[in-house]
């Protein structure tokens, strides 16, 4: 959750501007942090443990909804 408020609260202005790409930083939260990372986090664990640590979805489903609740803070934080 924090690391997702973090993200979002690191650009200054709404539209997040990458050469000629635009976007919204909090949908730029939300798949970078919420689906990226809460993926992706998992098969790392599984990698870095050598494969003791058991791939588990419920761990995603966390991962995702506390991504999306940091990212909602840092939205209501700023309106």
Do not use: P
């Amino acid at each position: 959750m924090w690391e997702s408020w973090l993200f979002v609260k690191m650009f200054a202005e709404d539209i997040v501007t990458f050469r000629k790409l635009q976007a919204n930083k909090y949908v730029l939260g939300v798949l970078i942090c919420s689906l990226c990372a809460s993926v992706t986090s998992e098969f790392a664990q599984s990698v870095v443990s050598r494969g003791q640590r058991v791939f588990d979805v419920k761990d995603i489903i966390c991962n995702f909804w506390g991504s999306l609740l940091g990212v909602g803070i840092a939205f209501y934080q700023d309106r």
